[in-house]
Structure formats: C-alpha cells, structure tokens
C-alpha cells in the first residue's frame, strides 16, 4: 500500500516556512532517526523570532506509535518554550482510536483536522492574502 | 526473507529501518487477510512497539509472522524474540508507565491493549519471547471473558 521503497523519507522531512508559521508534512512510515532529527531541525526553526506556529500535517501517516507519539510531543513543548504553539492537523480516524488505546492522548498537543484549520487556529493573518479566499478583484 | 505477497515471514530486527519493514510487513499481511483499517492500525501499532522494545531492550532480535486460523476465524500471530537481558519483573514491565529507557512506559501495556492475545515469556539472562495474536472478526471466545 505505501510503495516499494521501506520509506520516502529515510532522510529528512521538509520544514516548510509559509509566513510566520512552520509547516510540516510528515507521509509514510518515517525511521526513528528521521523522527529526531525533525525534532531538532523544528526546534531551530522555531527559534527564529518571526515564527508563532508549527503545524504537523499528520494526514499522510498511517501509525503513530508510542516513539512517534513522544516525539510529536517533545516538538510541542520545545516550540513552546520558543514561544511557538504547535498544532497537529488531520490525524486519521484509525489513527486517534490506535493512539487511545495505547494509552497516549497527548494532553499537551492542539489539534485541527485539516491543515487550513490549524492555519487558522493560529491565526493565520499574515497569509489570509494568498491562502484565505480569493480576492474580489475587477479585470 | 521474506515471499512475495507471502503473510509468513520471518524478519530480523537489528535497526530501525528494520522496525519499518516489520511494520509494512504486518500492515500488508493484516489486509491481506481482510483485516478492516482500526484493526490494521491496531496490530501494526502494537508491532512496532514490540519490534522497538526487542530492538532497544533485547539488543535485536526477529519477528514471525504467521497466519492462524481457529474454528474458521483468521488471524495473524506474531512472535518477537530476543536474547537480550530479560525482563525480572514482568508485572512492572506491563504497567503503564513504567520505562527503563526514555520513552513513555507505554510500549507492553499498551501493546497488549490493541490485540486481543498477549504472553510474555522472560527472564534474567534468557530473552524475551512476546506472542500476539488478533483475529479478522471478534476473536473465537466467549465474550464473558472480557
């Protein structure tokens, strides 16, 4: 079902900058390793002082286990202290039920289902112009 | 290693690109066998605890995937072992929140949560042996056992 290869991201996941927020788009199934070393490089992003969130699109992960779980949080707290919030966005359905069940709930993590929503949720003014509705504009 | 489009396997479990394998393996066994996607997530969830705990505690290790079938449910039983150091206290192991290493101190317990069976076999310098086994439908026994 997730192709041939053991993993798209065997090397490092993409931190993308849209205004003042940190996006993050994680797919497939990652290594721990790639996992911490996410860890870190949201971490120093987030230091930079223009950024105020980091969004974690989770829609494309499949499991989320306890390592994962772990780091998802580690990142939030971190963020945190750098005065970043960190939002999680469109877990899978199968994937929260998993998360329960195995007894992480992840008090601290904010959540959105879709990323639009947790652009929003961080108030995300400084992008509305490209990202929000279209202009009314007259040719 | 491992047949194609086989649901027995055999995998050995040294790093953590191992635990990817392991958890694509279970993955497409359990839909193979018509596992709906909780119960996918589930096993493939408790898999990739028990394959990181015989990674980092056992010092690596193997799982075996196997097909079961008991009167006329099928399921996939899985066996993670090592020969690591063993674990003295198994009930301390199984609580939640108990961790020897950095992690949440949710790996057994938790596992043990998302299949419907669960045995521990371990002690001090003899490895641990973890079984599970989940089942496509309600697994085959009375329900008063819950």
Redesign the interface.
């Known amino acids: 079902?997730?192709g041939l290869s053991?993993?798209p991201y065997?090397g490092q996941v993409p931190v993308l900058r849209i205004g003042d927020v940190l996006l993050v788009t994680l797919q497939g199934?990652l290594?721990?390793?790639t996992a911490e070393q996410l860890q870190q490089d949201v971490s120093e992003a987030a230091a930079d002082s223009r950024v105020n969130g980091v969004v974690i699109d989770l829609s494309g992960v499949?499991?989320?286990?306890?390592?994962l779980?772990?780091v998802l949080a580690d990142i939030a707290a971190k963020t945190r202290l750098l005065a970043a919030e960190t939002v999680v966005a469109g877990m899978?359905?199968?994937?929260a039920?998993?998360l329960v069940?195995?007894?992480?709930t992840l008090p601290g993590l904010r959540t959105a289902l879709s990323t639009e929503e947790a652009l929003r949720l961080l108030g995300g003014a400084s992008i509305s112009p490209r990202y929000g509705r279209t202009r009314q504009e007259s040719p | 290693m491992q047949t194609a489009g086989g649901l027995s396997a055999c995998l050995p479990i040294t790093s953590?690109?191992d635990?990817?394998?392991v958890?694509?393996h279970v993955?497409?066994a359990a839909?193979q066998l018509g596992f709906g996607?909780?119960a996918?997530?589930?096993l493939?969830?408790a898999a990739?605890?028990l394959a990181?705990n015989t990674l980092v505690h056992g010092g690596g290790g193997q799982m075996e995937c196997a097909p079961v079938n008991r009167g006329g449910v099928r399921g996939l039983r899985l066996t993670f072992s090592d020969e690591g150091p063993g674990i003295a206290d198994l009930d301390q192991a199984l609580r939640?929140g108990y961790t020897s290493a950095e992690?949440?101190g949710?790996?057994l317990?938790?596992?043990r949560?998302?299949v419907h069976e669960f045995d521990i076999d371990s002690s001090p310098g003899r490895g641990t042996t973890v079984t599970v086994a989940s089942w496509v439908s309600a697994p085959p026994r009375p329900r008063e056992e819950r």
């Open positions: 079902m997730t053991p993993s065997g199934d290594h721990d390793g499949e499991i989320v286990d306890s390592f779980g772990r899978r359905p199968a994937v039920i998993t069940e195995l007894g992480l | 953590d690109l635990l990817v394998w958890r694509q993955r497409q839909a996607l909780v996918q997530t589930k493939v969830t990739s605890e990181r939640d992690g949440l949710m790996g317990g938790g596992a949560r998302l």
